[in-house]
C-alpha cells in the first residue's frame, strides 16, 4: 500500500528531479551526442543565470509578486466567500458549484478564456468599457505595465475558488459548541471567527498555505498561453522551458533553473511545516 506509490515517485518525481539537478552541472544542449559531447562545467551554468542572464531577475520579482498576490487578496477572498456559504444560504449550492466550476478548468484553458476576456478588439472588458475596437482600447495582455496583474487576476479566478471548497470544509469539521461557547462568553461574530474557529482548521490552514507557495512557485500554464512568458510576463518556470525547448536550446541552463526553482520551492514550505509540527508534537 506504501511501498509501490513510493517506488513510482520515486522513479517518476525524484529520480527526474536528481538527474536534472546533474544535468545543470553540465554543458548539455540539445541532445547528448552533441558536438564534443557533454562536459561538466561546475557552476557556470548558475554564474550565468545569475549575472548574464537579463530575464532572470524580472522573473524572480514576478514569481515573488505572484506569491504576494495569491497569499494576501486571492486566497483571503477565497477563506472570505466559505465563510459567507457557510451561513447556509437560499441557493448556496449554486454559489458554490459558480466559483468551483473555474477549478476544473486547466490554467492554458483559463489563458484562452481571458484572453478572449481581455482581447482589445471584441473583448468583454473592452466592450463594458465602449473601447473595443477603438484606438482607446486597453491590451490588456500586451501592455508590459499591466499584463501581469491581468494574468494574476485570470489565475485568482481558479484560486479563489479552490480555495473556498478547501475552507468550506474546514468550516463544516468545526464543532459547533466551540462557537456556541464563545458566544456564551459574548464573544462576537468576528472574534469567535478569529480567535475560536480559524485556529480550529489548522490542518486546512498547512494544506492552503502549501498550495499558494506551490502554485505561486510552479505558475506557467496561464503565461506560456498568453505570450510564451516575454514582454512582462516572466517567470522562472517560463524560462525553465524556454531553455529546454525550441531554438536557442540550452538543457544545461535550463536545468539550472528548473534546480533553483526546486530550491526555492522547498525550503520555504520545508521550514513552515517544520515548525507547525514540531509546535503539534509539544
Known sequence: MVGI???????????????????SFTNARLDISQPGGVHFVGTSNYRFIAQSYPPF???????VIWLLFL?????????LI?????????????????????????????????????????????????????????????????????????????????IMILYLAGLKGVDPTLKEAAAIDGASAVQTFFRVVFPAMRPINIIVVVITVIEALRAFDIVYIINRGTNGLELVSALVVQN????????????????????VSLVPITIYLGRTFRKEMR
Open 71 to 79: 497569499t494576501f487578496i486571492a486566497t483571503p477572498l477565497g477563506l
Open 82 to 162: 466559505a465563510v459567507l456559504l457557510d451561513f447556509n444560504l437560499r441557493g448556496s449550492w449554486i454559489y458554490q458549484s459558480v466559483f468551483f466550476i473555474p477549478v476544473m478548468l486547466s490554467l492554458a484553458l483559463v489563458g484562452i478564456i481571458w484572453q478572449l476576456m481581455y482581447s482589445s478588439d471584441s473583448g468583454l472588458i473592452n466592450s463594458v468599457l465602449g473601447t473595443a475596437g477603438k484606438p482607446g482600447a486597453i491590451d490588456w495582455f500586451g501592455n508590459s505595465q499591466i499584463n501581469l496583474w491581468a494574468a494574476l487576476v485570470a489565475t485568482s479566478w481558479k484560486h479563489v475558488g479552490y
Open 57 to 63: 531577475v524580472p522573473a524572480i520579482e514576478h514569481n
Open 244 to 263: 529546454l525547448v525550441g531554438e536557442g536550446t540550452n538543457i544545461g541552463v535550463g536545468a539550472a533553473l528548473a534546480t533553483v526553482l526546486l530550491i
Open 5 to 23: 506509490p513510493a517506488l513510482f515517485e520515486l522513479v517518476l518525481v525524484w529520480l527526474p528531479a536528481l538527474l536534472s539537478v546533474g544535468l
